[in-house]
């Protein structure tokens, strides 16, 4: 079923030279050459590379935001400060989603395996699924670096497999090179602004819980009494 969609998608980019499409305006020439260099090397990679970059780009995300989640449940044995992070965090990503989103209705930029004379070996995504930012990188950044600031050795992984999930948007034809950097670094500014601005505030929220608050009570040192 790879083989077929992609034998359409060679089919749809020669048809679309051939009507005259236009190159993609507005976008800046260093990421349409790279973005051209990048789907001419994956068109040229062999059928099971092509099909795991396919399962990568969405597997991916679904491994970072486990990590995430793991985090959070490591967090709430912890201060309640290190909860309140990993709980921002969470709330990031979806408030950088959010805003990308914004953005693309804003920006309309047309998908590259639609704009450029390339083939591609993913499926082109509709008219009006606009490109930039890339929603992937925005959630593989902000995701990515919540790990990050809740659990900083786990972080290091999750960052370098956002990074890679980032990258997989471009190899599979459906991103600019820089949708998907622009998008990854939205994603890790959004989240680290608001850890920033609210982790006082929400650490005050997690202490006002009845769990967290006998937790934090049991951590206490004991009273070192003074010797007579």
Sequence with gaps: MFEHRSAAMVQAGRTA????????????????????????FASSTPGWVQSFAAFFTEAALVLLFG?????????????????AIALLSVLG??????????????????????????????ECPPLGDWSFPSNHSVIAGATAFGVFAAWRKLG????ILGAATAFSRVFLGVHYPHDVLVG??????????????????????VLKLPAHRSHDIDEQPTVQLPRI
């Design 67 to 83: 990590f995430l989640l793991l985090a959070c449940w490591r967090a709430r044995r912890m201060p309640a400060r290190s909860l």
């Design 184 to 205: 990854f670094l939205f994603g890790v500014v959004m989240t680290a602004l608001l850890v920033r601005l609210l982790s006082r505030t929400a650490t005050q929220l």
């Design 93 to 122: 990503v979806g408030v950088a989603y959010s805003l990308s989103e914004l953005l693309k209705l804003l920006v309309e930029q047309d998908r590259p395996c639609r704009a450029m004379r390339v083939a591609t070996i993913a």
């Design 156 to 159: 290091v992984t999750a960052l």
């Design 17 to 40: 030279a051939e009507a005259g499409t236009p190159d993609a305006g507005g976008v800046p020439d260093f990421s349409a050459e790279l973005y051209r260099d990048v789907v001419d």
